[in-house]
């Protein structure tokens, strides 16, 4: 759903129900840092931060970002460190403790799981996130857009406080190996007691992926979130050789289609995703052998979601009359994965917004790792000025139609980029194709109208 929408509130207000409450780990650290700069409203982060197990952590963040009574209109915020393969022990902790942070506040005040959702693309900040995840006694680790082979390994490795790396793909690296890790140790003292180790469900969209994962005891995860293409944000695109229809969005065929039943004979759960958020959904994936189901844009649109509210309502109304246009972008995203994009007017959606903003990449999540031509590693994304990304080797038509995700998605829930000069960062907005379920849900709906909707309960 985007960085910050499926925040610590929302994810509680799910777990509450006693279903699986997720908490979106993009980017945590640069929310957590500008959250503080705006004053920390509620004190809820200064609260997390106070139960963090080194206090000096703690207290470093809290000195470089925490802003009584928030900066200036206009202010501009104080920069977090740019993800890198070189070790940057400012960015391990601010990464840890924001993960941390963002789990206990979603875990307080019941007994229902919680788990953490990350991209496999975001490699370079993945040890330290999910360490921060761990922590904090996170109970599920869901990670897709990629191949999450390395993972289990990972969570095996900080459960036992022993250091661990992945491997960082890094382009025209060829057999050369480069790897980002984190070792607990470095970070604080043998725990009395190692941080549990959460379930791993790997985020696929074909079941050949699926049984890839599950061949192996080093690779395999605890289960499945089979998605399809109308869920929101990123997804895979289609097998073969790739078409466009009419209205330039893919086309997906039968060889897009993930086997349920080839799923469920891996013996392990798995759950639907994209256009399963109903009753009839749910009753659909049981009957396919599914657990259960993930559910997304209905949560992004109700009252704890994380995005701005004004942006949430605007969106909610267009859904609800009909209105709005979800395009599955093929262009959008400068992963190369096709991105779903809502259109409202004044966002990145609409061509004005697009072509006003300058291209410039200053958070860098979805930066490519490159080898220079003398050896070094240096960094592009085909969303920053195009001058400098064919500097670096990459090609001008690659560069075409790409957005910001990163600041997009970051202004979509009020955490946008803002000069003393007026200039605020316009926002992106994601959402799935499949917005039927807003028919069964009252207006201004909250996380348990939802549960009770597709669960045909009453509202706790």
Known sequence: MGVGVSGWRLARAVAMTGQLGVVSGTALDVTLAR??????????????????????????????????????????????????????????????????????LARQGHDGPIGVNYLEKIQLATPAAVYGAMLAGVDYVLMGAGIPAEIPRLLNAFAAHRPAEITV?????????????????????????????????????????????????ETRPDGFV???????????????????????????????????????????????AGGYGT???????????????????????????????????RLADRARRGALEVRNDPRASPTGFPFKVARLPGTLSEPGPYERRPRLCDLGYLRTPFTRPGGGIG??????????????GGREEDAEGRLCLCNGLTAA???????????????????GQDTGFLHDLPEDHTAADVVASILGTAVP
């Open 279 to 313: 009753p009839e959904g749910l009753a659909r994936a049981q009957a396919a052998g599914a657990a259960g189901i993930q559910v997304g844009s209905a949560f992004a649109l109700c009252r704890e979601s994380g995005l701005d509210d004004a942006l949430r309502r």
């Open 169 to 217: 793909a890094v382009a025209g690296a060829g057999d050369a190996r480069h790897t980002v890790g984190l070792d607990p140790a470095a970070l604080m003292p043998r725990p009395t007691v190692p941080p549990p180790r959460p379930k791993l469900l790997a985020v696929v969209s074909s079941h050949v992926l699926a049984a890839y994962l599950a061949r192996s005891p």
């Open 35 to 104: 959250r503080l700069q705006h004053g920390d409203p509620g004190g809820h982060l200064r609260h997390a931060l106070s139960r963090f197990p080194v206090p000096a952590i703690a207290e470093r963040v809290l000195d470089r970002y925490f802003v009584p009574g928030g900066i200036a209109p206009g202010e501009p915020y104080r920069p977090v460190p740019r993800l890198g393969l070189r070790p940057s022990e400012a960015r391990d902790e601010l990464t840890v403790a924001a993960n941390f942070a963002e789990v206990f």
């Open 379 to 392: 960094y592009r994304c085909p969303a920053e000025p195009v001058d400098g990304y064919v500097r670096k």
């Open 413 to 431: 829930i009020g955490l946008g980029r803002h000069r003393a000069d007026g200039y605020h960062e316009p926002a992106l907005l994601t959402l």
């Open 226 to 272: 089979l998605e399809t293409p109308v869920a929101g944000g990123h997804s895979a695109p289609p097998r073969g050789r790739p078409r466009l229809d009419e209205a330039g969005e893919p086309v997906y065929g039968p060889r897009d289609e993930a086997d349920t039943g080839k799923v469920a004979a891996l013996g392990l759960p798995f759950w639907l």
